[in-house]
């Protein structure tokens, strides 16, 4: 919680203030010569050397406490924060790959990313290759292999938990495909969406990811009153986004970083009681007869085999992410969200308080109608972020909606 913050920097104020300042002044010009030179990469910084603030699209105190407190969770040696998720994603991806350069994704990803990746990569020459949930290592090797551009392959994107579905993809063997296709001069770097599991429930960075990203507008944000995303990885990795981010001028604000600051001293509390809540409500649901199949990740049971080792092996808790399929179509769904009183019809998640929505026609709206299909992303599925109300209120929340269907 003070972790990153000094007090006496800032006349003794307990809690970090908002910087809300665009420029720093420098004491001297040979101090702001010597913070541009490290800032921009020209030398490099020496051991007892400070980086000075410069400029708010540079370096803020709000951001960089905010960011040394983000590594932690992930244990992370750096991080970058961004104004929203898709800032931090977009990023990324314009940093890491270049026209002819073969990006391979798992499939679904959030309709924001599926957009981005699908519609706007392949105008820069990106060219983009998904693979489906259930494909083995050796599958995907070949699919990469056929599509003529395997020498190019740059990067490896994957979202798991996958947002609506709950499918999982499997980190390690995710960088064990990206590892097969790295040669002596390219490295092909895996990125993970953590966003569904949040920095407490599942560390990518630790089971081979080189690049971890958030919409920090999630669990860490966690109130439903900002927008953020989060990159995390080595120095290396970061110093090269943190690069790009200066220039596109896509970092958070100070205020953004201070709410952000002040959101993750409830993160882990918050996040405990939303799971438990999560389990309740999903055991709920799965005994409801108007409930056709519920998507959540404690559902996985030693049954599924493989794909319950993997979460095993990945995923801390089952999460707060709940989907299920209302018997009937787009009209029954729409009843029971329809007759909500507590639970907000509203899209997003992480946050304190319960949502619902309807991916079909909201969040995944712009996803091509064959893969919704092919990925049950249909009109009778719900998806509910389940907040820090009491799980009896949730489920009695539930349980009228569903009758009224
Ligand atoms: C899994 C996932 N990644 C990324 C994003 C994009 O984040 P933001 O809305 O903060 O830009 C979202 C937003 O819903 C998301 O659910």
Redesign the pocket.
Known sequence: MSYGYKPELSEGAIKCPIFQTSTFVFKSAEDGKAFFEVAYGLREQNTDEEPGLIYSRINNPDLEILENRLTLWDEAEDCAVFE????A?TTVLLEFLKPGDLLLISNP??G??DHFIKKILPKFGVHVLAFKIGQTKEQIIELVKQSGHSDKLAMIYI?TPA?PTNDLIDIAGSKEIAKHFSTKEKDVYLAV?N??LGPLWQHPLKIGADLV?Y????YIGGHSDV???ACLGSKALIKRVKGLRTFLGNMASPNTGWLLMRSLETLKARMDIQALNADKVAAFLNQHSKVEKVYYLGNITEEHGAIYEVKKRQCLTNGAMISFDVKGGEAEAFAFLNNLKLIKLA???GSTESLAEHPATM?HADVDNATKKELSITEKMIRLSIGVENYEDIIYDIEQALAAV
């Open positions: 929203s998720g898709m800032s994603i990803v959030y924001g990313s979202e947002n969406d966003t569904y990203l919409s920090a507008t999630k927008i953020a995303g899209v997003s998640l969040t």
